[in-house]
């Protein structure tokens, strides 16, 4: 299976929004809802930000949205803050009933 | 709250099995998928495989050939072996639990995670 495809880097400023990419084919993302997103910090575990496309775990703050068009999944981040500069990993659901990866954006805030 | 820890070996030889166990506390093994996931340094996230509660597995297809992902209940843990390891090899390796009792698709619960090096 092949990694999603995503930016290696995107950047803004605060308070702006950004917008981060993940692209697969018909047999993961866009052939499924489950479709997430992960937050992670340097040296640190990965944080579920996003599930099912657009859904929020509770305490995930609500400046972060997800959405999906065809084979291409999307991050949205609103009212960029500091802290929300982090790798940022797509992942989706296969036809194989495996899980696969995008290959990671680095968010800078500026 | 459910937490995961990782243990085992932080060097394992080129050539020679790398073993890792993961431990689930504050929540039953039933019922819900657990991964392995793993992070060379400096590099993105790779989905090893998973095993359900009833003990059905599954593989990345790039590493079906060297994988044995395993289930003790009892301990309420869940192990990973990985075979004839080289250089390429060497990650952080996670383990995690999906969100969902049935499907797999969302990592809500993450161990620290644990270096392994392959050398000799």
């Known amino acids: 299976q092949s990694a999603l495809t995503q930016p290696a880097s995107v950047s803004g400023s605060p308070g702006q929004s950004i917008t981060i990419s993940c692209t697969g084919t018909s047999s993961d993302v866009g052939g499924y809802k489950y479709v997430s997103w992960y937050q992670q910090y340097p040296g640190k575990a990965p944080k579920l930000m996003i599930y099912e496309v657009n859904n929020r775990p509770s305490g995930v703050s609500n400046r972060f949205s997800g959405s999906k068009s065809a084979n291409t999944a999307s991050l949205t981040i609103s009212g960029l803050q500091p802290e929300d500069e982090a790798d940022y990993y797509c992942s989706s659901y296969t036809i194989s009933t495996t899980v696969v990866f995008g290959g990671g954006t680095k968010l800078t805030v500026l | 709250q459910v937490q995961l820890q990782e243990s085992g070996p932080g060097l394992v030889k080129p050539s020679e099995t790398l073993s890792l166990s993961c431990t689930v506390s504050g929540g039953s093994i039933s019922s819900y998928y657990w991964s392995w996931i793993r992070q060379p340094p400096g590099k993105g996230l790779e989905w090893i495989g998973y095993?359900?509660?009833?003990?059905?597995?599954n593989y990345n297809p790039s590493l079906k050939s060297r994988v044995t992902i395993s289930l003790d209940t009892s301990k309420n843990q869940f192990s990973l072996k990985l075979s004839s390891v080289t250089a390429a090899d060497a990650a952080v390796y996670y383990c995690?639990?999906?969100?969902?009792?049935?499907?797999?698709?969302?990592?809500?619960?993450w161990g620290q995670g644990t270096l392994v090096t392959v050398s000799s």
């Open positions: 995690a639990r999906d969100r969902y009792q049935h499907q797999l698709g969302a990592f809500d619960y």
């Open positions: 095993i359900y509660s009833s003990g059905a597995t």
